[in-house]
C-alpha cells in the first residue's frame, strides 16, 4: 500500500504497534481463574473475538453473561481494572515491537500527523506510548472510554482531516468497522499463524515493515 498520498495515519496499538495482544489475553485468563476453566475458556475466546473494545465493555459482560451476577458496582469495575492494568501495564511497556512499526511511525511523522485509537484506557495508553519513546510522534493519542468509532470521529473532527484521506491501520474487525463507518481508509494488520478476521477485499500485511519507503 502506498502511504504518499495520505493526510494523517490512525494507528491502533496492541497488535499494531506492539506486539502486546497475548499480554492482554493472559491477564483476562488469570482475572477470571477463580471462576474456573470453563469461565477463563469462554473469557479468552470472547476477549479474542472483540479484539479493540474496552476491558469496560468486557468486564461487564463477563459479570452478567459467565458469571450470572448482578452488574458490577463502580467500584467492583475500577477494582477489577486496577487488577488488569497490574498484570499489564509493564509487560506492555517491555514488549517488542511489530517489525517495522518503530520505523515507520518515525518515518511518517517527519511527514504528516499520527495518532493513536485504542480500545486501552487514555491514561494508562498515553503512559505506556510515553514510556515506549513514542509520545513525540503522535499528535493524539486517545483511548477509552470512548467507542473506537467515536475516538475516529473525534479525530477527524477537531484535526479537519478529509475521511478518505486518512488511513486506519487495525489488527482487529472493530478496527475495520469503526474505520468503514467514519468512512477512513483501513489497512488489517494480520500476525503470520493468525486468522485473518476481516472480510475477503480488505488488505493485509504481516507486519509495518512493508510499509517501510
Known sequence: MRTASWQAIIFDFDGVVVESGDIKTQAFADLYRP?????????VQY???????SRYQKFRYFQQHLLGRPP???DEEKELDRQFSERVVEAVIASQA??????????????IPLFVASGTPETELNAIVTRRGLAPY???VHGSPASKQALIADILSIHALTP????????ALID?????LNGVEFLGRVRAGDDNPFPPQVETVVDLSSLLA
Open 72 to 74: 458490577l458496582t463502580q
Open 164 to 171: 478518505e484521506r486518512v488511513l486506519m491501520i487495525g489488527d
Open 176 to 180: 475495520y468497522q469503526s474505520a468503514q
Open 47 to 53: 476477549h479474542r473475538l472483540h479484539g479493540g473494545m
Open 35 to 43: 471462576h474456573g476453566e470453563t469461565v477463563v475458556t469462554a473469557v
Open 138 to 140: 503522535f499528535t493524539g
Open 98 to 111: 511489530v517489525p517495522g512499526a518503530d520505523e515507520f511511525i518515525r518515518q511518517q511523522a517527519a511527514r
